[in-house]
């Protein structure tokens, strides 16, 4: 069974610029989160979905990170402008469907983001 | 403060030495998962605990949680040097109604060859 993708696995940009990482969650799989991983942290949630509908964006810093996930499926996060302290590993998890116990999460290999 | 306190912060160790790692919540635990990460990469899961007292084995590791307490624990007996990471441990402390999880800063192991 094909795990979680993500790509690209880095990506350096300079401060100001926008920048985009696509996930594709295992086949089946309902809910797709992301998640902000800062050196030396452990990853905090930005954004949950359930199918194509929004779970939970309380963490996501809506003046600059937006993220879809259009038929369910596949999602995009994006950040426009970036600031230096969005420099982080940007990760993908799925699961199969919450439900009265939490689901596991399968993450993917995760984007280094670097914000010079 | 930090809902989710693991300790220690890093770890070194000799191989075949034995280890443990501790994860304590500040919160009810509904749900204890155990994960490990290379530096810089995805996590791997490990362990699901949920119900108090649980104990489960993969190979050289061992998780245990104490409901009590609010806490788990994470054995390696006989580490090798394939053990070397991070581990993580992540908790649902909503209950599950949405699936969310809250992270630790994680426990870094170095096993010497």
């Known amino acids: 069974e094909a795990g979680v993708a993500q790509s690209p696995r880095y990506k350096i940009i300079e401060k100001r610029q926008s920048v985009a990482f696509w996930c594709n969650p295992i086949s089946g799989h309902a809910t797709l989160y992301w998640y902000q991983q800062i050196l030396g942290q452990g990853p905090k949630l930005l954004i949950q979905?359930?199918?194509?509908?929004?779970?939970?964006d309380s963490q996501l810093p809506k003046d600059r990170f937006s993220a879809e996930r259009l038929k369910g499926v596949d999602s995009t996060l994006k950040i426009q402008p970036a600031k230096l302290e969005d420099s982080a590993v940007y990760l993908c998890?799925?699961?199969?469907?919450?439900?009265?116990?939490?689901?596991?999460?399968?993450f993917g290999p995760g984007t280094r983001l670097t914000v010079l | 403060s930090q809902e989710l306190e693991q300790s220690p912060q890093s770890l070194i160790v000799q191989e075949g030495k034995n280890l443990t790692i501790n994860c304590t919540s500040s919160?009810?635990?509904?749900?204890l998962y155990w994960y490990k990460q290379k530096y810089g990469e995805g996590l791997i899961f490990l362990m699901m605990l949920q119900k108090g007292g649980e104990e489960k084995s993969h190979e050289k590791i061992t998780a245990k949680l104490d409901e009590k307490k609010q806490q788990s624990s994470l054995h390696i007996t006989a580490s090798q040097p394939s053990h070397a990471g991070i581990y993580l441990c992540g908790a649902d402390v909503d209950g599950g109604s949405q699936g969310n999880l809250i992270f630790g800063k994680g426990t870094k192991l170095s096993v010497k060859p």
């Open positions: 998890a799925s699961s199969y469907q919450p439900g009265q116990y939490t689901d596991t999460q399968y």
């Open positions: 919160k009810t635990l509904y749900g």
């Open positions: 979905f359930q199918n194509n509908g929004v779970v939970d």
